[in-house]
């Protein structure tokens, strides 16, 4: 079975540094890209990040270059995002995302819960 | 880049059609046909429904389909049933390697 779980959430102050993992399992992990997709709580969905199967290839959203790093380990089937410098607007529920055709996601893990607050 | 726009409800009574629209811009939708459709229920992943506009994953009902007019995109679900009643979301590649989601519309069966 195909299945995505995340990790790694929790609260962090302003400013503070969080890291995400995303362990997956049922499919050949290295032959997929991924995807970091946020939902902000009683809001839409926002992407976030995209890495290559080979990691090769990277791509942030505005909202977050510079501030967040995608990563994966295919040895370990895993993916990860490192949060750096958090604000108060990162607060969200984090979905890592198993690429699909062209940039859609078909498979998703249930969801890690990050909130910035002092 | 602007979060595609999104009626922030429908509804429709069992047995009927009803349609979603997205839209965006010249630079999103209106330029690629790379528009994807999800389905989310509350405190639920979102479920991937239509990809590359018009095609269905493995496994969804063909009562979801897609289809894109200039710059808006929209889901037509055919035959409503109790159980499509959810949120659902359009998102578009928006070039220049980036993705953006609409606000989302709340289905209602009557």
């Known amino acids: 079975e195909v299945q995505l779980e995340e990790s790694g959430g929790g609260l962090v102050q302003p400013g503070g540094s969080l890291r995400l993992s995303c362990a997956v399992s049922g499919f050949i992990f290295s032959s997929y890209s991924m995807n970091w997709v946020r939902q902000a709580p009683g809001k839409g969905l926002e992407w976030v990040s995209y890495i290559s199967g080979s990691s090769s290839t990277i791509y942030y959203a505005d909202s977050v270059k510079g501030r967040f790093t995608i990563s994966r380990d295919n040895a370990k089937n895993s993916l990860y995002l490192q949060m750096n410098s958090l604000r108060a607007e990162d607060t969200a529920v984090y979905y890592c995302?198993?690429?699909?055709?062209?940039?859609?996601?078909?498979?998703w893990g249930q969801g890690t819960v990050v909130t910035v607050s002092s | 880049q602007s979060a595609l726009t999104q009626p922030a409800s429908v509804s429709g009574s069992p047995g009927q059609s009803i349609t979603i629209s997205c839209t965006g811009t010249s630079s999103d939708v209106g330029r690629y046909n790379l528009v994807s459709w999800y389905q989310q229920y509350p405190g639920k992943a979102p479920k991937l429904m239509i990809y590359e506009g018009t095609k269905w994953p493995s496994g969804v009902s063909n009562r979801f389909s897609g289809s894109k007019s200039g710059n808006t995109a929209s889901l037509t679900i055919s035959g409503l049933q109790p159980e499509d009643e959810a949120d659902y979301y359009c998102c578009s590649y928006a070039g220049s390697s980036t993705l953006v989601f609409g606000g989302g519309t709340k289905l209602t069966v009557l």
């Open positions: 995302a198993r690429g699909f055709g062209s940039w859609a996601s078909d498979i």
